[in-house]
């Protein structure tokens, strides 16, 4: 069994930050790539920013130069830093993991169960 567990998301105003965590535990062989996603009211689930396993990371046009993405491959662990927050940047967000569970096993997609960041004006 996976699980991928975020934390650190809260109420914020803008222009503050907040960091999010995302640990991965249970039967993991290895990870692949880790990143957030964020899904706001009424829209669709996007992506926010993703990190490789060798640390390349891609992040959305909209958090550029704002939201930095990084991993402890020790801890299991991913990070979003959020800096500079805005209202438009409120919405549940989700760790997403491609991991293996055993060597001989495919590489699977996991999702975290979200946590909520609210920027108020």
């Known amino acids: 069994q996976v699980q991928l567990v975020e934390s650190g998301g809260g109420l914020v105003q803008a222009g503050g930050s907040l960091r999010l965590s995302c640990a991965a535990s249970?039967?993991?062989?290895?990870?692949?790539?880790m990143g957030w996603y964020r899904q706001a009211p009424g829209k669709q689930r996007e992506l926010v920013a993703r990190i490789t396993s060798d640390n390349n990371t891609n992040y959305a046009d909209s958090v550029k130069g704002r939201f930095t993405i990084s991993r402890d491959n020790a801890k299991k662990t991913v990070y979003l830093q959020m800096n500079s927050l805005k209202p438009e940047d409120t919405a549940v967000y989700y760790c997403?993991?491609?991991?293996?569970?055993?060597?001989?096993?495919?590489?699977?997609?996991?999702w975290g169960q979200g946590t909520q960041v609210t920027v108020s004006s």
């Open positions: 997403n993991a491609d991991l293996r569970t055993a060597w001989f096993r495919n590489v699977g997609n996991y």
């Open positions: 249970g039967s993991i062989f290895s990870i692949n790539a």
